[in-house]
């Protein structure tokens, strides 16, 4: 249902109805705070961003008001889950750099850039490059991973967005971790 | 590197390869493979990852699954804490009643009303937890009261309320076959709740027959009007969003909203919305049928409803009685046919009527008034309503059916003319209609006003928003005040709102103020000339088909110039508004305009391709200037010769005007293939660096830098662009996707780049201190250019429009941004706070204030992290550091009261006596002075020295006993004074005893010695010894703080309890027990721990840790209250008394203006800061306290039981607190209240953990209760962090229960 109501008003706002953008916001709104709160969720207390500030962060990654031409949930989706992609690489830089110039100002993330994946901790700078490098050659099943890992959608989210079967994500989803792991054992 | 095709391959074989188990897959790739080596490598490389390393690697997500929004329906027995035995009563349009059992704090029947899914459950729940407060205020026998209100199980919010026994109004008449009398009677009952509500500022914006539930008790027909306030509470919490829209259905029941609820939504709702509704009642009282019905399918839509409702005029009751031939003799169950008509016609059917009129202005007022009427047609008494006028008849003809009218206009006008006459009289009758309906709005106003105050900590934006609601609501200027003192910071001033098709997506052009303070700004197809001040519009300029994308105001404010996206450009005067005339030269959209420095001149640009120059007066043809490409902005240059162009290809041209020839061309880095798009072009800007010779492009992304040459001085990324001075410019780059502020240097090209500064814009105040800017957040802040950091914030959004226009009024005093509304604010950049470099929060112990020819601070902004000894004095007004001092043997360095001079205190360790060091304001050590020693006082950091200066000049300080431990009057203790220009010795004296915490007077030679362990408060003549006068302390009291008046006849005693006295020592002289003369209770976590008199001693100031309380010293009368939002440390009054200067611990400086507080907000005060409550009256504690408490228990409803608890905790009366928490009040509806109580007592019993002369037994005592209080408050809806919030709660740290209710 909502996912209906997010492609009208993305329908809306290409035709440049007034009032449509913030018919999105509302609309949107629960579900960029979920992905907001549960990265902060993850990331610990002491927090600098607040998860309101970061979910208008999303929204203006989104493109704020003027989204490029939006193709209902499934583009939305993909830009969120981009957006919070760049937030999180965007906070293990700033981590990188706090460390580097360490003194000069007091750190504002207490929890540690990377993140837990199953034990394992990811490097999110690291990731980010193999994502890019991923992307540039198989560009579905990168989409797959980003809605995936970034926006936390699930599997069967996943294929009616992209209009393909669950067996066909899940099959790219391996395949896109797969190929991610090895790119970074590489080094 | 593999090619597409083998990608393909690889996905699938690498598919089917991981269903093998490892061992096969090495010859499955062989196999598939063949011989495509390529392939082989990558699918065998790959699948023996998947084995071997992949394990749950990305597994799960980095943020938590997303909700399936298509999950099933969830169960439908509801599960919440503390209900039981769930039974379903009904369905509705917001969700599903029932009836349970609710076993806390009492176990009774409830019911309780589950919201349906898909609305936004936490903003429903912060709006109910704010309409819940509006409800407590409610005890009104015919309204059925709301308990409690939470999540169940599944995070649906849902309601909890009385359970009515009863059934629907309409239905209750029918099955008891009421005669019209007693239907009318049992509806003014409905009518008087509904008024009690109003009264309170509360709208029930629902009502209909199944809200309106009647039952017997005995003979009696009692209503009970169920769901008040629900509607507001599930509605949009800014109102913009009206119910109905909400899930795109209607939430309520449309026949029975207003027109004005069904158009408007929620800002349009007020009292006459809820008389409307009660008029459809009524009227289906009387006749079973509703005003408005629909035939057949009734309208789905808002706008199908909205017409409908405004189209149909409904029958008078009584035709629609006779027009049914089924309910002919009367409605169903009235019986009595014929009389019942015959009642029913006439008086009656206006009267009905009346509560249905159209316009909410033609109902009546109030509830109230509609039950008066009733009661005058009840007993025969003339009623207020009757027929409609003509002139009313005709203006609503007129209004229906406008187009068609417009004909017969002066027929119809000459026809009002006639009846003008008939019309003042009107006018008259209405006055007093009016007045009840401003009555309501006003009581509207203050509601929302105190929404908003309970809001604004948690929520400022909104918070703000309610503000300016409650401010259009009401004239009360006073209640925004109150709001916004409760904000952190505010300076909205005004709200301008008022176009055609507003100004939305950043579609505003143009905002400029005029030199005599008028502002202009621009909507999507028209702009409006204002007198802002007054928030009237004065002219308004249209005509152009299309959006205008640029506009223009010439040098001499004479004109205004439009470029429309119809092709056109229009020339109005903005004196009279007439268009001079309209240039359509152009063949494509206009993009941009502007007028020439000498205004003789204008120039358009077109996406034709052309720029074109005019002469304004309309003489000579224009000049054309040709591009290859579709054009975006034009400038002139500060001579008038010169005009650059700038086109889609990213090139500027640069052409003489006097021979109309190009005279450069700008390329861009690389020349743009396929060109800008029309809307990047739209955005782009062009113009002159003001005195140095280059021009700056701006589109898209890139800002590009030329020389007067043609050579590009610089390209960088760039998404805003602005003058800064004469040879800089503020860029803001897009780094992903937020702004980063940069500087660039025009001359080389150079950027400075401010990243931390995540700014999309940046304005230079005209004074060129400040720059108004825009961060990341979309909110307007103001970034001191000297230190590069952002000083304030200013409430409320800006836009979604990353350029935002900023105009300044002529004046410097206020500055006005352009977003989907104009706000104007108040520039006060003296007033800004402004944050000391340094760490925080240590610098600012030993910090302190002064205020004599500028003000001044003197930090220590290393803090004592390290022992360098770094002390910085600031001048406050121009932020500037004035002077530094390095010297780590100095103990202390403060400033002087009257701000000219610092002293250091150097401890000579081996001699035991002090080096007291004199130095100028910028370091310079003006004097060194050796204090002999005193052989009973031991080396130490004295924490006490104290000035005066005397009426020669002279300085007088004196020393005290170190560390705080007060000495004993005996001989070998000594008090000293010295004058420190000479370095003279002035007075040894013994000490009286106390710790001297103020000097000065008359003669500038009295010392107040205070002490918490002192029975009295002494003045003392430091020259003699001499005692001048005793004051008893209050028996509650610690004189933490004291100081004289200037005049020496009042002492102010603050005390380490929020109290305050002053006495009046002409009193005391005969009899030291006499009582104080004024006395102030600032209920504040914790306050009086510095205090003095203010302007020349009118007036004296209490410092209660984040506030610094001004009251009068005659009347201990609230007079104003500070807010530095952090522990204040120091205080300084400017020479003029007109100002005071605070510092923090958090080492913010900040100026205020000492602005009395009105009447209404020193009531304001102490009724909205909910937490706190302040009073000031003339008295004695005692007495105060008697008199609250007597009001009280007057008053008594649950919330004033509450506060009665209040008192007595600040009694320190515990058992009585808690008596009073238990008596009579709900639990549930009181939760609020009872969380500040509680939290209240658990500092209490916390602080006096910290006492050190509490026995062991008592510690025990007191740590189980406080654990006790911190359970009680959790179950009224404490929330951790404002526990962890109250002072001392670290004492709790080792009870076993701490962890369980705090965690760690």
Not at chain 2, 807 to 828: C, K, N, Q, S, Y
Request: net charge neutral.
């Amino acid at each position: 249902m909502r996912s209906h109501a997010v492609t009208v008003a993305l329908a809306r706002i290409e035709r440049g109805e007034p009032g449509a953008s913030e018919a999105l916001w509302d609309l949107v709104y629960q579900d960029l705070k979920q992905l907001a709160a549960a990265r902060l969720a993850r990331l610990g207390a002491g927090q600098t961003m607040q998860a309101t500030a970061l979910v208008h962060e999303v929204w203006m990654r989104l493109g704020g008001d003027a989204p490029p031409s939006f193709d209902g949930r499934a583009h939305f989706f993909g830009a969120a889950a981009n957006a919070m992609r760049n937030i999180l690489v965007d906070e293990a830089r700033k981590k990188a750099r706090l460390r580097r110039n360490a003194g000069r100002k007091p750190a504002t993330l207490p929890a540690d850039a990377a993140i837990e994946s199953g034990g394992d901790a990811v490097d999110l700078l690291a990731l980010d490059e193999a994502l890019t490098a991923f992307a540039a050659e198989y560009e579905r099943p990168a989409r797959v991973i980003l809605l995936r890992y970034f926006a936390g959608l699930s599997i069967p989210q996943i294929a009616e967005l992209l209009s393909v079967t669950g067996r066909t994500v899940d099959r790219e989803y391996l395949f896109a971790r797969t190929w991610l792991r090895r790119f970074l054992s590489r080094d | 590197m593999l090619d597409d095709a083998q990608k393909h391959r690889l996905l699938h074989l690498f598919a089917d390869g991981v269903e093998l188990p490892p061992a096969d897959r090495a010859a499955f790739v062989a196999r598939a493979c063949g011989d495509d080596v390529a392939l082989r490598h990558e699918l065998g490389e790959l699948l023996a990852v998947e084995a071997d390393a992949l394990a749950d690697f990305l597994a799960a997500p980095a943020v938590a699954a997303a909700p399936d929004t298509d999950t099933p329906p969830p169960p439908v027995v509801p599960e919440i804490d503390g209900y039981a035995d769930f039974e379903r009563l009904a369905e509705g349009g917001m969700g599903t009643v029932y009836k349970a059992w609710q076993l806390r704090p009492v176990r009774r029947a409830v019911a309780v009303k589950l919201i349906r899914p898909g609305m936004d459950t936490a903003q429903v729940l912060a709006r109910f937890e704010v309409e819940r407060q509006a409800l407590a205020l409610m005890s009104h026998p015919y309204i059925a009261a709301v308990h409690d209100a939470g999540t169940d199980a599944l995070g649906r919010p849902f309601l909890c309320m009385e359970l009515v026994d009863g059934v629907p109004i309409t239905d209750y008449c029918a099955r008891e076959r009421l005669s019209l009398e007693a239907r009318l009677r049992l509806f003014v009952k409905v009518c008087r709740a509904v008024d009690h509500a109003h009264r309170r500022g509360v709208l029930h914006r629902d009502l209909k027959p199944s809200n309106v539930l009647v039952g017997k008790h005995g003979d009696e027909a009692v209503p009970k009007v169920i769901d008040f306030g629900i509607a507001k509470a599930l509605a949009d919490p800014l109102g913009e969003q009206s119910i109905h829209t909400l899930a795109g259905t209607f939430l309520g029941t449309p026949e029975y909203m207003a027109p004005e609820q069904i158009d408007g939504g929620a800002n349009q709702v007020d009292t006459r919305s809820d008389v409307y509704s009660l008029g459809v009642v009524l009227y289906e009282l009387l006749t079973s049928a509703r005003p408005i019905e629909a035939r057949g399918q009734p309208p789905a839509g808002v706008v199908q409803w909205s017409r409908l409702v405004h189209e149909t005029v409904p029958p008078r009751p009584s035709t629609r009685l006779r027009s049914q031939p089924t309910t002919a003799n009367g409605p169903a169950g009235g019986g009595g046919g014929a009389r019942w008509l015959r009642r029913l016609t006439g008086d009656l059917d206006w009267v009905v009527m009346k509560a249905l009129a159209k316009e909410p202005d033609r109902r009546y007022g109030s509830a109230r008034e509609f039950a008066e009427d009733l009661e005058n047609f009840l007993a025969h008494r003339p009623v207020v309503a009757g027929p409609p006028s003509g002139v009313y008849r005709l203006r609503r003809f007129v209004r229906r059916y406008r187009v068609q009218v417009t004909a017969a206009l002066l027929v119809l006008l000459s026809l009002v003319l006639g009846l003008s006459g008939t019309l003042w009289f009107l006018v008259d009758a209405r006055a007093n209609e009016r007045a009840a309906i401003a009555r309501a709005r006003e009581a509207e106003g203050v509601r929302i006003a105190a929404e908003a105050a309970l809001l604004a900590k948690d929520n400022p934006n909104l918070a703000l928003l309610l503000a300016l609601e409650a401010s259009e609501r009401t004239d009360d200027s006073a209640v925004r005040r109150t709001i916004y003192d409760a904000l952190p910071q505010h300076a909205l001033q005004r709200r301008l709102r008022g176009h055609d098709e507003g100004i939305e997506q950043g579609t505003g052009v143009l905002l400029q103020y005029l030199r005599d303070g008028h502002l202009v700004d621009s909507g999507a197809s028209d702009a409006v000339l204002w007198d802002a001040d007054r928030g009237t519009q004065l002219r308004r300029f249209a005509g152009p088909r299309d959006s205008i994308d640029a506009m223009a105001i010439d040098p001499d404010e004479r004109l205004l110039l439009a470029a429309s996206r119809d092709g056109t450009a229009w020339l109005w005067e903005l004196a009279t508004g007439t268009c001079l005339r309209v240039v359509p030269d152009h063949t494509a959209a206009l993009t941009a305009c502007a007028f020439a420095a000498d205004g003789r001149h204008f120039a358009t640009a077109s996406l034709d391709g052309t720029a074109r120059v005019f002469a304004t007066d309309g003489n000579g043809a224009p000049l054309v200037l040709r591009h290859e490409h579709p054009l975006g902005a034009v400038a002139f240059d500060r001579g008038g010769q010169r005009l650059a162009t700038f086109a889609a290809d990213g090139c500027t041209r640069l052409w003489d005007l006097r021979t109309g020839r190009l005279e450069r061309e700008c390329p861009p880095a690389e020349r743009l293939a396929d060109g800008l798009t029309d809307d990047a072009l739209r955005g782009s800007e062009v113009f002159f660096a003001s005195s140095i010779d280059r021009v700056v492009s701006l589109c898209g992304s890139k800002v590009r830098v030329h020389a007067g040459d043609g050579r590009l001085v610089a390209e960088l990324d760039g998404r805003f662009a602005r003058r800064f001075g004469d040879d800089r410019l503020f860029v803001s780059r897009d780094v992903a996707g937020t702004g980063r502020l940069g500087v660039v240097d025009l001359r080389t090209g150079a950027i400075e780049p401010h990243d931390e500064l995540r700014l999309w814009s940046a304005t230079p105040t005209p004074d060129g201190r400040f720059a108004v800017a825009v961060d990341y957040k979309l909110e307007v802040c103001l970034l001191d250019l000297a230190s590069m950091r952002i000083v304030r914030h200013y409430l409320g959004p800006a836009d979604k429009n990353w350029r935002p226009h900023i105009a300044f009024h002529p004046d410097g005093t206020r500055f006005a941004v352009l977003g989907p509304d104009v706000r104007i604010w108040t520039f006060e950049p003296d007033y800004a706070p402004f944050d000391l470099p340094g760490t925080a929060p240590v610098l600012a112990e030993r910090s302190n204030v002064a205020w004599g020819p500028a003000p001044v601070a003197v930090i220590r902004p290393d803090g004592f992290a390290r022992a360098d000894g770094r002390w910085q004095v600031w001048d406050v007004a121009s932020r500037r550091c004035l002077g530094e001092i390095r010297r780590p043997e100095l103990a202390f360095v403060a400033p002087s009261p009257c701000g000219t001079r610092l002293i250091g205190g150097i401890p000579e360790h081996g001699s035991r006596g002090w080096t007291m060091v004199v130095f100028a304001l910028d370091g310079r050590v003006q004097r060194e002075i050796e204090l002999p020693a005193s052989p009973r006082i031991e080396p130490a950091v004295p924490n006490e020295v104290h000035w005066a200066v005397d009426a020669a000049g002279r300085f007088l300080i004196t020393t005290l006993n170190p560390e705080g431990r007060p000495p004993a009057p005996r001989d070998g203790v000594w008090l000293q004074c010295h004058d420190l220009t000479t370095g003279e010795r002035l007075a040894q004296i013994p000490h009286p005893g106390g710790v001297p915490t103020w000097v000065g007077g008359p003669d500038a030679a009295s010392v107040v010695m205070a002490g918490w362990h002192l029975r009295f408060l002494q003045v003392v003549d430091w020259r003699t010894g001499a005692v001048r006068a005793r004051v008893a302390r209050p028996p509650d009291g610690m004189h933490l703080n004291a100081a004289l008046s200037p005049d020496g006849r009042y002492l102010l005693g603050a005390l380490g309890e929020p109290l305050a006295f002053v006495w009046d020592l002409e009193r005391n002289a005969a009899d030291a027990n006499a009582a104080p003369i004024a006395s102030y209770i600032g209920m504040t976590p914790a306050g009086g721990y510095a205090c003095g008199f203010l302007a020349g001693g009118r007036l004296c100031q209490v410092v209660c840790d984040d506030e610094v309380h001004v009251f009068e010293t005659a009347t201990g009368e609230l007079f104003a209250v500070l807010r530095p939002q952090d522990s204040c440390t120091g205080l300084a009054e400017s020479p003029d008394g007109s100002e005071l200067l605070t510092l923090t611990t958090a080492g913010r400086v900040q100026r205020f203006p000492l602005d009395p507080l009105s009447v209404a907000e020193r009531r304001a005060v102490g009724r909205l800061e909910g937490k706190r409550l302040a009073q000031y009256r003339i008295g004695t504690p005692e007495q105060l306290l008697a008199a609250e408490r007597a009001w009280l228990t007057a008053n008594a409803t649950p919330g004033n039981h509450a506060q009665l608890g209040r008192l007595a905790l600040a009694a320190g009366d515990l058992d009585e607190a808690i008596a009073c928490t238990q008596r009579g009040a709900d639990l549930a509806v009181l939760g609020p209240y009872y969380t500040y109580l509680y939290l209240d007592l658990v500092g209490l019993y916390c602080r006096r953990l910290g006492d050190p002369r509490a026995t062991a037994a008592q510690r025990t005592a007191d740590r189980t209760a406080a654990i006790a209080a911190l359970e009680q408050a959790f179950a009224c809806g404490a929330d951790r962090e404002r526990v962890l919030a109250v002072p001392g709660i670290d004492r709790l740290r080792d009870h076993p229960r701490h962890a369980a209710l705090l965690g760690r």
